[in-house]
C-alpha cells in the first residue's frame, strides 16, 4: 500500500513540535500509520540526512531500510505496542544511518497526545555503537511466516524469563542468532554476550577457556587466565553444540550452575559468578540421556526453557524477506548494493534447503559473484541451484561408492563396519586435501563443524 492509498499524512501539532525540539538526543514522533512527522536536530545530526529528507516517509524503510514494518520481521516494534497499550516502552534496535551504516540503538517510545487528543508515538534514541565499531555483514533474525513469529514469541518470553535456555534446530537455523536475540531483549543486554564452542575445544581447554587458569596450571600456562564464564559475570554464557561436552565436563558446569562457584585450572580460591547460561544443540539430548553420553540433571538444569528453531522448509514464505536480508549482507562485504528480481525468488522458493539459511546464504553468494550485473535474475538462480544440486549428487554418489567398493588395505571388507568405512572415505580425503579440514568438509558438503564432530567421534570409536 503506498502512502497516497493510506491517506493523508497528518500535520504535527505546534505544541508536539515544540516539545521535540526540546531533547537533546534524537527524537522522533510517528503516527499510528508509521508515517515520520517531525525529528529534532539531533537525529538529523546523527544520521546525516534533514528533516525534509525523513518526514512524511515510512519509519521502517527510513530506519530499518525494510520494506515491512518491523513486527512482520521479526524484530520488536514499539509503534505496535504502544498504540496497543498506550503505555511507554523500549527495545533494542538497528538503525542505518544515510550512509547505509547500520548502528544498535536503544528506541524508548513514550506515547503523545495533541490538544485534540490524538495519539502519537515519541522516540527517544539512544546510540550503544557507533557505525563504525558497527560489524560489517551483521546477521539478524528476519521472518513473517506463523512458524518463524511463533518462535519469535518464545524467544522474547524466554528474554523475560532470565532462566537457563536451551535452543534446539538443525545444523544452520540460526541457533547463535537466537541465544543473541534472548540477551539482547533481555534484562541483562548491558552485559557481555560470549560464547562457547564445544566442538572445537578439547576436555582440557574447556575447562581452561570456560573457568580459566593459574599460573604454571599446565606446560605453556606462563600467566593467569581469566575464564569465559567469569568474564559473562552479569551477562550471558552461550553454549555452543552442548551435547558434544564429555561427560567429565558435564559434571563440572553442572556443579557451577548449582553453586555459583568454581576454581580455575591450577588454582585453589573458590570464586563466584551470576551468569546467565543458553545451551544449544542439533541433537536430541533426551535420546544422550537415555544412551548415556548426557546427565539426566544437567539436560534438566540447562533445558527450563527450551526453544526450537524452525528449519527453512518449514517457512518457505520467508524467502521472500530473508533472502534481501542476506544479500544486503553479502553486497556489504563486496562494497556493491545487490537486489534480487522477483522472479529470481520464486526460483529460491522450489529448493528444499537441507542445510538451512546458512544453505540459502551460500547460494545467495554463490550468485551475487557469478551475476553479470547488480540485480540477481531468475536465470542466474536457476544455474546456480542447479550446480548447487549437481555437487551434492556428486558428493552422495562419491559417498554411495565409498561405501560399495571401499580402499584396499588389506582388511576383509565384508567385516568393516559403516563407521570403519567413513573413518577410511574421511582419512583418504584429509591425504588428498593435505589435512584441510574446510575443503574435506566442503567436499563432502557438511560444515566444518559437523566434519570435527565425525573426527572426534570416530576416534572415540
Known amino acids: 500500500m503506498t502512502d497516497t492509498e493510506k491517506g493523508p499524512i497528518r500535520q504535527l501539532p505546534v505544541e508536539l513540535q515544540s516539545l521535540v525540539d526540546t531533547h537533546k538526543q534524537p527524537f522522533v514522533v510517528i503516527d499510528a500509520e508509521y508515517h515520520i512527522l517531525a525529528v529534532n536536530d539531533a537525529y538529523s545530526q546523527a544520521y546525516g540526512v534533514s528533516a525534509e529528507q525523513v518526514v512524511g516517509r515510512l519509519c521502517y524503510e527510513v530506519s530499518h531500510n525494510n520494506p515491512v514494518p518491523c513486527s512482520q520481521s521479526g524484530e520488536d516494534c514499539p509503534l505496535v505496542s504502544l498504540y496497543q497499550f498506550g503505555k511507554p516502552t523500549s527495545c533494542v534496535h538497528h538503525h542505518y544511518d544515510a550512509n547505509h ?98 566442538t572445537v575445544l578439547t576436555e582440557t581447554l574447556f575447562e581452561a577457556e570456560v573457568f580459566g587458569h593459574a599460573r604454571g596450571a599446565f606446560t605453556g600456562s606462563v600467566g593467569e587466565r581469566i575464564g569465559l564464564y567469569e568474564q559473562a559475570n552479569g551477562g550471558t554464557l552461550f553454549l555452543d553444540e552442548v551435547g558434544e561436552l564429555p561427560l567429565s565436563q558435564q559434571a563440572k558446569l553442572l556443579r557451577v550452575l548449582e553453586s555459583g562457584q568454581f576454581r580455575r585450572v591450577g588454582g585453589r580460591r573458590v570464586r563466584s559468578a551470576e551468569v546467565r547460561l543458553i545451551c544449544a544443540t542439533n541433537r536430541h539430548l533426551w535420546d544422550g540421556v537415555k544412551a548415556g553420553r548426557f546427565r539426566e540433571d544437567l539436560y534438566y538444569r540447562i533445558a527450563c526453557l527450551a526453544v526450537r528453531l524452525p528449519p527453512l522448509r518449514e517457512r518457505m514464505e520467508d524467502i521472500s524477506v530473508l533472502a534481501p536480508a542476506l544479500l544486503e549482507g553479502i553486497g556489504q562485504t563486496m562494497n556493491q548494493t545487490l537486489t534480487l528480481a522477483s522472479n529470481a525468488t520464486a526460483r529460491l522458493m522450489e529448493y528444499d534447503y537441507p542445510g ?6 551460500n547460494i545467495l553468494f554463490a550468485a551475487a559473484t557469478s551475476s553479470p550485473g547488480f540485480d540477481i535474475d531468475a536465470a542466474t538462480i536457476d544455474q546456480v541451484l542447479a550446480q548447487h544440486k549437481s555437487e551434492r549428487e556428486l558428493l552422495v554418489q562419491k559417498d554411495r561408492r565409498a561405501t560399495d567398493a571401499p580402499a584396499d588395505t588389506g582388511m576383509d571388507t565384508d567385516a568393516l563396519s559403516l563407521s570403519a568405512i567413513e573413518a577410511q572415505h574421511i582419512t583418504q580425503l584429509l591425504r588428498k586435501h593435505g589435512n584441510s579440514r574446510k575443503q574435506v568438509a566442503a567436499k563432502l558438503g557438511i560444515s566444518e563443524r559437523t566434519l570435527y564432530r565425525k573426527l572426534k567421534r570416530l576416534r572415540e570409536e
Open 101 to 198: 551504516r547500520p548502528t544498535e540503538v536503544r528506541v524508548s517510545a513514550f506515547p503523545l497526545r495533541g490538544m485534540n487528543g490524538t495519539l502519537y508515538m515519541g522516540e527517544l534514541i539512544e546510540q550503544i555503537t557507533q557505525p563504525e565499531e558497527h560489524p560489517r555483514n551483521r546477521r539478524r533474525m528476519v521472518g513473517r511466516s506463523q512458524p518463524f513469529m511463533a518462535c519469535i514469541q518464545q524467544l522474547k518470553v524466554a528474554a523475560a524469563a532470565d532462566a537457563p535456555v536451551l535452543v534446539q534446530g538443525e545444523t544452520g537455523t540460526g541457533k547463535e542468532l537466537a541465544a543473541k536475540y534472548i540477551h539482547l531483549h533481555s534484562p541483562r543486554r548491558e552485559q557481555p554476550f560470549l560464547t562457547v564452542d564445544c
Open 356 to 361: 538451512n539459511v546458512r544453505e540459502l546464504r
